[in-house]
């Protein structure tokens, strides 16, 4: 079996993934052989199977009934379906949790969380690690042979209900953590600048989490907490992860990651992983969801550089939102097509079967409660179809000539609570204003983190970089295109401390000025903004939100002024040489990128009308009319409609909420991937009960 390095997408498994999580276990076996039959009349080829099962597979302390678990993977691989088997982790058994409650989370006001929802443990906790790692290894064993087996599931989206764990334990591991990265406590003290309210410690066993306080908590402390949270997850992880590489080498490992989620640093995660992948579920009732996913996806298909797998998404509607609005015809579809042109080779769903009690009883499924009478079973067998005929674009690759630097502890700082200038500043909103309008101008994006080389881009926009460190500085120095920062960045280093000077700190000589004041702006106050009267969008006038500031020019050019208010006539937005700083948020920066774009010679992946989408994967161009209404564009090159094999030039019409994937260049030559199992009979490996 190959490497799992030679691993692009899922090899084992030819064409694009198809399939959701199966949970048999909330079924009588008689619904099993219906289940398999219809997952081969859809398409389906893989199944995430196991996450939530811990208390079937281990019904006591180390006795293990994997009969059942057996009989299902055995089904699967009979009928062409691979497994992503999960490690079962994702919520200890009732057992553990009565035998060792301190292995449930405490939260930061001191209140030990109840068993009863999912994810209740402590990240920290040395028993629960303890068990989750003997399942891992019972698991690995059974199944290293299984030929259903094409990848391994740790846990389910971690941080998404315990992201943090307050107890006596957490306590004890944050302490170890901190003087592994302090060194002593004279190192912590200088570092969390603890002469401030007088909170200078004398011993490690002083310090405790940062649980509910009478006031505002240490800025440092609660960025070294946020750093060790991520890392107290990642460590649960990595110690499944060990056992499945030491017992399973050649299979893959992913868990699931959730999208822009703040509290998980997904770079470092990320590397932790063979596989990326992800849950999206944007919301059917907002006309401008799919342009927040979609830089979603280009984070998930930029955290390794290579395709990924959309393992999580719904049919229809969801079971969480306070309104659960259900996707209307061809959306799922679309959903779908868009997350391939992204990146994705596959696009899997939560969940198979729709549960019939327990909180997701009303989320949608592939197979509805309505069964195969149903809209939705149409949709599902439509879809099937239609990955089919898209199976070539598996592992291709997609290339960005623009970048978006995001950095997790720059967020973390960045929102901070309760000792900012402003608490209106959220990275997720900055990222999109500058998203947004190359998305809808079809300009494909990378995300990158701060301190990579640059080189291959033409265009790189920081939209904060709020905490900024010297290395970081030198690699956005050493960039030789076109780079804009946005306010609010090169505010303090990695310890939260202000840098000497002031912002924008080690940004200070590439940017040639200096923050003099921050001037955060209240709610439903504007200020005016004009473009200085040369160049692109000459004498334009524009409108900040949120945030300004009072620059120092230095040896920049003044590209914008403020106009009117306290501000008037100060810098607003400069230059020098190719780097743009923007002092504060526009409310549309469409004029100052599209002059950037021109000057940097970006083209666009197609032109598009408003609401068309059009990304360009390899040799393949996808144009996707979000809208619900027709639309219309004209193509700059012939091509095959890889859904409809119909070829394809000049003006083309693309009916609402539907696809349109271009074949641009050659037709490939079919790469069918490694030898796979046959399809037909079942494993060698002994079945049973209880060991």
Excluded at 540 to 548: E, N
Aim: aromatic share 8%; glycine share 10%.
């Amino acid at each position: 079996m190959s490497r799992v390095e030679d691993y692009v997408g899922l090899t084992k498994v030819p064409g694009l993934l198809f399939g959701g999580d199966y949970n048999p276990e909330q079924w009588p076996e008689h619904v099993w052989e219906e289940d398999v039959r219809l997952m081969a009349e859809a398409g389906v080829n893989m199944a995430t199977v196991a996450v939530f099962s811990w208390s079937r597979l281990e019904p006591r302390p180390e006795v293990y009934d994997f009969g059942w678990l057996d009989r299902v993977l055995d089904l699967l691989h009979a009928h062409g379906v691979a497994a992503d088997l999960a490690t079962a982790t994702a919520t200890p058994p009732p057992w553990l949790v009565r035998e060792h409650p301190e292995v449930l989370p405490v939260d930061a006001a001191g209140t030990r969380l109840e068993f009863g929802s999912r994810q209740g443990y402590c990240p920290s906790s040395p028993v629960f690690r303890a068990a989750a790692v003997r399942l891992a290894r019972a698991m690995a064993e059974r199944y290293a042979g299984h030929p259903a087996l094409a990848m391994w599931h740790i846990g389910n989206e971690y941080a998404d209900h315990t992201a943090e764990c307050f107890c006596e334990e957490s306590a004890r591991h944050f302490r170890r953590w901190l003087q592994e990265r302090h060194g002593s406590i004279d190192g912590l003290n200088a570092a969390w600048g603890t002469s401030c309210w007088g909170q200078h410690y004398t011993a490690f066993d002083q310090v405790n989490p940062v649980r509910k306080a009478p006031g505002p908590i240490n800025p440092a402390q609660l960025l070294d907490w946020r750093r060790f949270s991520s890392d107290a997850l990642l460590e649960c992880f990595e110690g499944e992860r060990e056992v499945l590489r030491e017992l399973t080498p050649g299979v893959p490992v992913t868990t699931n990651f959730m999208g822009l989620l703040r509290d998980l640093d997904y770079w470092k995660w990320a590397q932790a992983e063979d596989v990326v992948s992800d849950d999206a579920y944007p919301d059917p009732a907002d006309p401008a969801s799919h342009v927040e996913i979609a830089l979603s996806y280009d984070l998930m298909r930029s955290l390794k550089r290579r395709p990924w797998i959309l393992l999580e998404q719904a049919p229809g509607a969801v079971s969480w939102r306070g309104v659960n609005v259900p996707k209307p015809p061809g959306m799922m579809r679309l959903h779908s097509i868009q997350a391939l042109a992204h990146g994705a080779d596959g696009a899997m769903f939560f969940q198979w079967r729709q549960a019939k009690y327990g909180p997701e009883k009303f989320h949608s499924a592939l197979l509805p409660h309505g069964g195969t009478a149903s809209r939705g079973w149409r949709e599902t067998l439509r879809l099937g179809a239609d990955l089919r005929a898209l199976a070539e674009i598996a592992g291709s690759e997609s290339e960005a000539e623009v970048a978006l630097v995001l950095g997790w502890e720059s967020w973390w700082g960045l929102e901070a609570p309760e000792s900012m200038p402003s608490d209106r500043l959220e990275l997720r909103r900055l990222l999109l204003d500058w998203y947004a309008p190359l998305h809808a101008r079809g300009v494909a994006v990378d995300l990158v983190p701060p301190g990579r080389d640059l080189s291959g881009y033409r265009v790189v926009i920081v939209p904060n970089l709020y905490l900024c460190d010297e290395d970081q500085a030198g690699a956005l120095a050493a960039f030789g295109g076109h780079l804009v920062v946005g306010p609010f960045s090169g505010v303090v280093g990695p310890d939260e401390q202000v840098h000497d000077g002031g912002p924008p700190g080690p940004l200070r000589e590439l940017l040639g000025l200096a923050v003099d004041e921050f001037w955060p702006l209240p709610d439903g106050r504007t200020q005016a903004v004009r473009l200085a009267p040369a160049g692109p969008g000459t004498g334009r006038p524009l409108t900040a939100r949120t945030w300004a500031e009072w620059l120092r020019v230095e040896g920049a050019e003044v590209l914008a002024r403020y106009e009117g208010g306290d501000l008037d006539g100060q810098a607003a937005i400069t230059r020098r040489g190719n780097a743009r700083y923007l002092g504060c948020l526009l409310d549309d920066v469409s004029p100052v990128l599209d002059g950037i774009l021109t000057e940097a010679g970006v083209r666009p992946a197609a032109d598009v009308p408003e609401g068309v989408e059009a990304t360009r994967r390899g040799p393949y161009l996808f144009l996707l009319n979000h809208a619900a209404t027709p639309a219309a564009l004209t193509l700059r090159e012939p091509g095959t409609d890889l859904l409809t094999g119909r070829d394809l030039s000049g003006r083309i019409g693309i009916p609402g909420r539907d696809a349109v994937v271009l074949r641009t260049g050659p037709n490939p030559a079919p790469n069918p991937g490694p030898e796979t199992e046959p399809v037909t009979g079942t494993r060698t490996t002994p079945t049973g009960g209880e060991r």
